[in-house]
């Protein structure tokens, strides 16, 4: 079964028939102006379920109090038909349409027309309908006086129906209530990071009014105290400025001492010279039995002795 084309005359601000051709597959509908899909939905749930999407739903979408409404629908299966209704119940018709496009009708009535659908074009009960597509049902009060608002759902629905529905129409309040209290949480979240934001500006602000009231009790001092605590303030910055100044002195000489600084004694040749021929004398003293050699290292000592020195 595919839907070929939807008419429709008396909605939407239209006093001529429109037409809808619906493409095979996915496609795009034109609707016209100031036409919702969940409206579009209905006309055609209208045509196809007559006796339960009726004439509440239709006086709500039509014009005038759907006076002027004429619905038509074209269906390809085996055969083509055309549905076609007003808002009363009594005036639905099915027709099959032959060559040429003229159409035999073969049922009338939303009875008559609802059972044939089904023998003909194997459409599932509305209750499987139902349970198979959760589009948007339409929530009417049909006692309200000027344009009715949605309250309950309407329609000639058996109870397991309706209780369905009704369920439906709960399951679509709880959503709302999710989505907003969502809506509040990020308000919320947004709300507490502007108030860090603005305890820092606080913050500043308070360290701003004490720097001013500072100010403003300096500025309150007598002029020989004024002056006084001003002069102060000065000698305390040159006084910083002198400390800072012999820092970096301190730390130039130190770092042009350790460059001018010899190396250790074990690599300073007037050190090490004199200290190994120290101990080669002594030990030729040992071996060759003179004592007289020994004498060489007085001398030798004493160079040893001057180098280290001269090094501290």
Known sequence: MRLREVVFQGVFGLQRPARVRID????????????????????????????????????????????????????????VYKLQRRVDDASVSMQRLGEGGRGQVIAEGADEVEAELMRCLKLPSYEQFLRLNCWQIPEVDPQADDKPKPKKVAGNHPPEVQRLLDMYVGAQAIEALDLERDSVEADLSEAKRKNKRLNKLFKRDRNRRQRIEQLENVLQLPDEERDLLLNYQKIQRAQDDKIDGLHQEIAAAQEQQDAHRPGPLARQYPFVVPLVLSVGVFIASLVLGIRLIALLNVGLLGAVAWAGLQRY
């Not at 579009?40 to 006796?51: G, K, N, T, V």
Request: a negative charge; aromatic letters at 8%; charged letters at 25%.
């Open 24 to 79: 095979p597959g996915f496609c795009n509908l034109n609707l016209p102006p100031g036409a919702r899909p969940e409206d579009f939905q209905d006309i055609i749930l209208s045509l196809l379920y007559p006796r339960y999407v009726g004439d509440v739903q239709l006086r709500l979408l039509g014009d005038n109090d759907g006076a002027d409404l004429r619905l038509g629908l074209v269906i390809e299966a085996d055969d």
